[in-house]
């Protein structure tokens, strides 16, 4: 079997149709928008695409609520930072005025850590 055989046209296909644009190939996260109010579109700044209006606003409010949900947890765990912070800040005055108080009963102390031997 010949390899002209299997290379050959099949007679009366048209030529392909279909071309791929290759300039669009990089990703465009489309951050700038235009809005035409003549023709009702979204086009993309960057790029110049043609957007669908209903999945622009659709991943758009996606984003939005996502941001609002990490906005969320993290003022959570900021409160809750905030209240170990403050139960720590009790905790040292206490332990502070125990040290006031119990220093006088203690009469001169010694100090061991971190100290040479002469």
Same mark, same amino acid.
């Given at each position: 079997?010949?390899?002209?055989? =299997?290379? %050959? +046209?099949?007679?009366?296909?048209?030529?392909?149709?279909? &071309?791929?644009? /290759? %300039?669009?190939?990089?990703?465009?996260?489309?951050?700038?928008? +235009?809005?035409?109010?003549? $023709? +009702?579109?979204?086009?993309?700044v960057?790029?110049?695409?043609? /957007? $669908?209006?209903?999945?622009?606003?659709? $991943?758009?409010?996606?984003?939005?609520?996502?941001?609002?949900?990490?906005? +969320?947890?993290?003022m959570? %765990? =900021? &409160?809750? =930072?905030?209240?170990?912070?403050?139960? /720590?800040?009790?905790e040292? &005055?206490?332990? %502070?005025?125990?040290?006031?108080?119990?220093?006088?009963k &203690?009469? $001169?102390?010694? /100090?061991?850590?971190?100290?040479?031997?002469?």
């Open positions: 079997m010949s390899d002209d055989n =299997v290379v %050959q +046209r099949f007679p009366g296909l048209p030529v392909n149709p279909l &071309a791929i644009d /290759l %300039q669009r190939t990089r990703y465009c996260s489309h951050d700038a928008v +235009r809005l035409n109010e003549h $023709d +009702r579109t979204v086009i993309c960057a790029c110049g695409a043609t /957007l $669908d209006a209903f999945n622009y606003l659709r $991943d758009n409010a996606r984003t939005i609520e996502m941001a609002w949900h990490h906005y +969320r947890a993290v959570k %765990q =900021v &409160a809750e =930072v905030g209240e170990r912070v403050h139960e /720590l800040k009790k040292k &005055a206490r332990l %502070q005025q125990t040290i006031k108080r119990l220093t006088p &203690a009469g $001169d102390m010694i /100090l061991t850590r971190n100290r040479k031997e002469p």
